[in-house]
């Protein structure tokens, strides 16, 4: 009976403290689209942030159908991996590791290479060679990268912005 015990004592603590996720300051609703040759979602998600570490969560139908998240490693529905593994598997090899999680923050991205900055305060960064043809811009209410070249588009907007009856 102590054996069954400690057991049901184990797994209790297992289940409260062990799986804890981890908690993110800002937590925002967005309308968030991404197409690449391994994602392809358009519907309304959260982006999450606590310092260097952020998260994607995408909902379809009000149902999540997948979680990104950022930290030390990129964790995926199939499984944890580093971030230039990710990078290589899901957007394209050529990419400095960093790519998703500072697209997804809204910072420079390629070291702010072929960064410039609109009159109206957008940030846009523009840069195309042979491997890649891509533009990123970032304003308060809009993120939006897209890669012609290798098919890639990811574009995370306010859920006011599109919503018609506000």
Known sequence: MQKFSILWVSALVLLIGGCSSKHYSISEPKIITIKSPKLKFSDMGYVR????????????????????????????????????????????EGYPADTMRNIISGKDIFGGQGKSEMCNGTLYQYIRNEDIDFVYRRKPSEIYFKDRLNGIMIKIADVKENNATE
């Open 49 to 92: 942030r606590e310092g260097d570490a952020v998260e994607v969560e995408l909902f379809t139908a009000g149902v999540a159908v997948e979680k990104i998240s950022i930290d030390s490693q990129v964790c995926v529905s199939s499984g944890c991996m580093s971030e230039e593994k990710f990078v290589h598997d899901y957007l394209y």
